[in-house]
């Protein structure tokens, strides 16, 4: 430790305050950024695993079945046969109150106890009443004393949920109080009798699935078990289905990683560059150092101490910001989860600490490395008391081939690692090594732009044209770098927003086909729910009888347990126009629907091919309620409605296979000249009292869905407007610094009669001039990138294909953008030069 | 006129070495010459050719000599400084301080023995602007490992013999040329270096401030008995020295 | 015996099971019965209030109206080599609420059961008992008279040929038995209505077979035993509660080598007093009866066993029958056979030996003693 050398420094950060705020900030909001999304990944992923686990309890085994579960004559005759001594039934399904989604518990108190021991949360004695109740009492039910609170309801009292739309008396038997780690995960969970969840949950005679505890040797009771086992229900571990449910987001998560380090990239850019800077401003003084006997290595660590110093600070800060951050992430990462994946409820942040470590660490350690390159560079000033700059350039031009070289190597490299496989993570791998490309390969273009440019300039605005232009090529150590990190932040709001907007108008597109029908019907639920919700079928019956309606569509979406895995199954009775509302990528219309409509056959989504590594004519195995089928695949279709991929099936052959008859949507075909308004107030007219519904035309759908499509990708839009944050202080700080550092210079220009007015616009047009070459680089490496998105990223994490579209908008807001950012952050130096007397700026150097 | 130097003592308190300084312990034959150039050359580069600035230069200088070197503006006066003080090395030629071959160390090792036993006055002060006075003076203390209370008073005891002690909080920019300059001078014989190099030491200054340098820096020179190497381009300031050098055609002229 | 106090008790630990919790120790307390009353009431149930006229088999199935009700199997059983094996298997109802009840799940009911199953092996002098839960839903528990079936689970009792197979299994030990009856229903109480305390309703109908004979197998370990021996059926249904005084109870029956059969059970008092409505019986093998009220029966306690769960019970008994000659001395095959389920409570097999009109005679039989676990 040499204090004085260190008072040294840190007096000079202190004199330039801004700059360090910039570059903290930027650190900052870079760890923000991963933080949070790595905090409310976590938290999502915890509070999954708590409500997992309070719901499964201490079962090892579960026998679970089709889509309508299972007979519960099975755990009579499990029980009745000694087979399955310790076992207990469920019943369980989401309903609403008010705009909450809860999920109700349905439990038999007899063969609980070795489970979830729920009823022992019962908190005192005063409530004994409950519990002959909840057996005797139709529509009983306990809930948490918070969530009786959040309802406004006291114990005793009776009130109404909703489920799949359709009103259901409840009465609140009494209160539970879950122990402490557990109150979270248990804060949206209603709690009744097995006999009251059946009757609420209309699932008369059904279990959701059947929960076991086996010995840990138990070979021969699970074959026993098995044995016993009708066809279409199985046995399973306990841990199968809540893998395969976190499965189904991995990608997910994958994808908001990558985007969040984005983030942290163009931070770490920025503190590379205000380092840099601060190194050239004090090579006289490093020099000096050096000269009094500074030893390299102590000029080293230097300015390595300050870069790690600032980094310290930013990431700090950053973890708080992030925390406050991953608050509102949360929501959105939910209900993004709830959209495309199932129901989950996160009530609280989980301050994870290995999600903070993690973000610390590449905080600091990203730090490290930014600065390598700064330090080093200290820590070769010559012991000289004057030193020239053009010195420092001349070996920076030196640099700009083997640096091009580097980044063409480097892109070269990624298009290379893009050609193999399916990894998501060897995907944002290559868009990374691209990035590093570009940014190597930059300062060689900014070099050769200079020298095109600077004629043109001279002939637009003369000397000082020319001048503007000059500056920027004979400080192209910093300005290459500037420009490097405006380029790539721009470049990554093209490439996302022109994802997101080919996505966008390809699931417009596809949803223009899909939707054929007039009118669709649904039952009013929970988001995520749909293959629990079941339409009332007397209410089908009699919306069918309608005049003006030529045909009726149903659909009954529904997702398939096995052991390893959750399908999705949408089965469905077509109409004559439906058939034109499947757009097929494999397959021949022609053979394909005559197929469907007759033999033991499937259709699959691109997604869920992509997925399996499926194609035209090979074969899936399902286990249905009659044992395990094999359907061939007649064809693959187009679907953006899920991600894991989706298999259509004609209805009739589903219910020949399942004991289902339930039907979650219809779609209404009206005859010619019949009015879409009339047909739906008659349909609400009938379904009055009955059951809500949701009844749309086909234009309010998929204005629906696309309102759906945005709120879904609302957390990509939020990242992409940090990344663009995090760039815009980077910019702002690297180019501030760049004309602080000239004002010397700029003061002689001054002394020698250049009027304010005409000071402001040189800074101007060496600005502008930097952010429209960023701008026009960041062109391509966006659409580079989009397309990098587009054809990879999105089909490695969703499996979706998609059309680019390049909308014209998009590029001229990043040309906008880059332009604004850079003149924005020519303002404040150009003010100060311009306020500052000359004097007094030739002095300070 | 001139300053009060009462520096009684101060050369009875050595400096602790480092490790690293005991390594290039120098070892003092009083019979040889204390500074010995042999056959130095160096170009520039000028207008992308090399342009010769030593050209096979040699000469002496002796322990406590104060010497000044003479030349014209451009004649390399400036390199030859920075040869010796081991801040820029020669293209061809030895340069050998008190038995110990500084060109022939590298750049850590010449670091280290340029900080334990030379000292720096610039034309320009090159004071550390991010630093008090007091501090300036301690910064070559504390890289030569002085404890930091022994360093202080020290540090105080030359702010007082160029009569800055009630300067020691401020900032360079706060100070006057001159006093700047004698901060300078001060720093440069703080760590008690063997030898000082000073570089146009009153060329930025009016003449009664240079004056006040100048004399400060013989006297203090004197006391610490110095070894003292300075150049300049004026004859008055260098009639003042020992011996006179002059530096013509990459050649040492001694009179 | 066992009146409605163990009715009430049953559903005391209906209710004390609901709650009890392993994780939550200071939860598990057991209920007290006054407690467990409050959850529910009497009213809406029907009431033992007169002697009715019993039909069989009809009577040996249910009586819903009524809240509780039992099927209480004893025996003591015998290897061919004399090894000695004592076992309990009971099934309870109590309803949770008068009438049917209100809703379209199959599940929903308002009939609750109970099953404990005891198995004493003497010569191991090992003791184990075990306890089930169910409600009478989809075929998991219940009963039916026609033809006889009786089930919790896989414990069940049914009706085969002449007699009843008890079949019951958990873990590694099981028993299925042959039983068939050797005497018809014996009605206790006056033609069947056994008054438990003071007031029209307190009451239950009970009736016991005291002989049943038992033929079957024992499986314990792995290892399987050729048994046979007596086995005594008691049934008991009724509605009503207990005085508040009652605290538990000591319930003897005895098989005697003479052929008679011999029932008493006497109530206890929070004072350590004899409640008055304590009785018995005593049939004798050419069918006649002596019925056995508080002040026929001398009973004194020879002789206490600590139990490592806290609380004395006594084990050793002298009981004299002044009036009919009848002096016993009365101890268990094993001290250890305290069932430690969801209530606390010792019943296990003995053996008596003494005179009846000083010739020797000897007996088996089952001792039920509550009321001393805490």
Redesign the interface.
Known sequence: MKPILWLASLRHLKRHPLQMALSILGIALGVAVVVAVDLANESARRAFDLSMQSITGSATHQIIGGPGGLDESLYADLRRQGVAPVSAPLVSGYLAQGDQTLQLLGVDPFAEQQFRNLISYLPDKSQESALPQLLTQPGALLMTAARAASLGLQVGQAFELTISGQQRQALLAGLYQPPQQQAAAMQDLLLADISTAQELLGRIGRLSRIDLILPADGSSVQSAIEAALPAGARLVPVGSRSSAMQEMTRAFGINLTAMSLLALVVGLFLIYNTLSFSVLQRRELLGNLRVLGATRRDIFTLVLGEGVLIGGIGTLLGLLLGVLLAQELLALVTRTINDLYFVLTVSELSLDPIGMAKGALLGLGGTAVAVLAPASEAAMSPPRAVLNRSRVEGSARRLLLPLGMTGVVCILLALLLLLPGHSLILGFFALFVLILGFSLFTPAVVAMSCRWAAPLFGRLFGTLGRMAIRGVEASLSRTGVAIAALSIAVSATVGMGVMVDSFRSSVQQWLHTTLQADIYIVPLAPSGTSSETVLDPALITAIEQLPGISEVSQGRPVKLQSATAITRLLAIRMTQKSYAGIELLEGDPETVWPRFDREQVVLISEPYAYRHNLRLGDQIQLETDRGRRTFQVAGVYRDYSSDQGMISMRLSLYRQLWDDESIYSIGLYLQPGVDTATIAGEVAALAAGKQALRIRSTRALLEASLETFDHTFAITRVLRLLVIGVAFIGILSALMALQLERARELAVLRATGLTPGQLWGLVTAQTGFMGLISGLLALPLGLLLATLLIHVINRRAFGWSMDLIVPGGVLLDALLLAVAAALLAGLYPAWRMAQTPPARALREE | MGYEVSLQGVSAKLPPMTKESQKIQMNSHKTQPFIQLQNLSRSHLQGGYPQPVLAGLNGEIQHGESVALLGRSGCGKSTLLNLIGGIDQPDGGRIIIDGVAITELDEHARTLFRRRHIGFVYQLFNLVPTLTVEENLLLPLELNGWPLNRGRERARELLQAVNLLDKVASFPDQLSGGEQQRVAVARALVHQPDLVLADEPTGSLDAESGEQVLALLEQLVAVEQRTLLMVTHSQAVAERADRILTLADGQLDSR | MRTLLIGLLLLATL?G????????PA?AER?SVG??L???PAEGFKRAIEPRSFRFPQDHGAHPGFRNEWWYFTGNLRTEQGRHFGFQLVFFRTA??PGE??????????Q?WMAHFALTDTEAEQFHAFER???E????AGVKAEPFAL?L??WSVREQDDGWLLSV??GDLSLTLKLTPQRPPLLQGSGGLSQKSAGPGNASYYYSIPRLRAEGEVSLHGQRYQVSGLSWLDREWGTSALSEEQTGWDWFSLQLDDGSDLMFYRLRHKDGSIDPYSAGSWSQPDGSLIKLAADDVQLDVLEQWASPKGGRYPLHWRLQIPGHGLDLRISPVIDNQELDLIIRYWEGAIEASGTRNDKPVRGQGYLELTGYGE
């Not at chain 3, 009840?101 to 308002?110: E, F, K, V, Y």
């Open positions: 209710m099971w609901w709650l009890h919790s392993h994780q939550q939860e209920f407690g467990a409050g959850g529910i949770l609420a009840p209100q809703g379209a799940s199959p599940w929903r009911t308002h609750v839960f169910n409600r839903a989809i075929g998991l089930w689970d896989d299994a958990e």
